[in-house]
């Protein structure tokens, strides 16, 4: 049995208590045995490894395209959404497989090195399946949909169960309907009850533009131009649900404590009121937003009513990286713009980033928290450390990783 103690000036467990001061993590065969100070937790014959800064869980991104990494050009292309997805789906005619395995495990590599050691992950080709799931990166793959009718009756649908039924490298599997703009409704309700039947959980995009809530309340507008012009034919055409994006995946059951959604920017007070009575999460992605003219999440009111929330930072092809802090740090700027002022705020975006991204995902096995019996995912950030933790972290944490710990195993170091 091996054992190695991991000791820095701070401990963050993210179960409750304080933070830690001259912390120590003892881990054995890949699991944490205890938590708590240095005079405290000591075993005889374990290797010592003394770290700077705050250790802590290893972070989680609660949405990401791993396979995109290699596109980070088309996040500088200035393109809004619309003209930004049709240029990605060209893009994509151009890929092999090997070419999008090698994008992905790239992607793992940024995130391993900027202290990520779990991710929600869209898997639109399941090539990239087993290669990210040898990376030991926890977290869910989602596989991705987009259909209409026709084109699941005309062999997506046999294709999908087949992704569901196939190797998957060893990673977890849940269900990705892409967006009520690419999916039919009839579609996306079946994907529902597939995703129920096998006990998987469910990630979906969610109003991450106004295009996508003009399409879902009345059928018009720009993403209805789109479908007619590539020939789908989706219910929502037919003068669309007549409410907002919440209420339409309420409709047939789509919400709830199994499914969390990506961005959440246009969702009015009754929208959001009814994710939080379905214990449904949000994954914000603020910087991708920004990036794609979507506009910005009503981070500030998600916040004051207590929704669960988590971050993530969609592909490189709509952001400037992978580093859940530089996410973070642009979540917070926009909260205080917004008008909030509690002085909660930062311990809430590292929650967001650690436990609050694993129960997103239904827990991973206590991944986002620093607990005996817990898999060892740890990571280290070289921030100042005599005062707040959480200031110090959103303030200073970009960029910042000194080593990352996966299941025991040190997998990056700096």
Known sequence: MSSTLHVAPVVLSMVGAEPIRDGAVLVEDGRIVAVGS??????????????????????????AHLQYTDFGDLALSGLAFPEWIRTLTARRADFSEVMWQESARRGVHHMLRSGTTAAADVV??????????????????????IADDAMWAGGRRAAFLDTLDGASGGRALGVSPHTPFTVGTAVFEECVAIARERGLRLHPHLAETAH???????????????????????????????????????????LGPDVHVAHGVHLAAEDRALLREQGTAVALCVRSNAILAAGEPPVADYLAEGAPLALGTDSLASSPSLDMW?????????????GYRADDLDRRLVEAVTVGGAAAMGGLDGAGALRPGGLADLAVFDVPTQGDPYAALLAHGTGSCVATVLGGRLVHRR
């Open 212 to 254: 996508e809530a003009e399409f879902i309340r009345h059928g018009t507008g720009r993403f209805a131009e789109l479908n007619r012009a590539v020939g789908m034919a989706l219910e929502l055409l037919d003068g669309g649900s007549g409410g907002g994006p919440a209420a339409y995946l309420a409709g047939f059951d789509g």
């Open 326 to 338: 530089e996410e973070a740090a642009a979540v917070r700027e926009l909260a205080i713009r917004q």
């Open 38 to 63: 240095r005079s405290e937790v000591h075993s005889a014959g374990a290797r010592e490894r003394v770290w700077r800064g705050v250790l802590m869980p290893g972070l989680v991104n609660a949405h």
């Open 124 to 145: 639109t080709d399941p090539c990239v399946l087993v290669p990210v799931g040898r990376s030991g990166l926890r977290g869910i793959s989602y596989v991705e949909v």
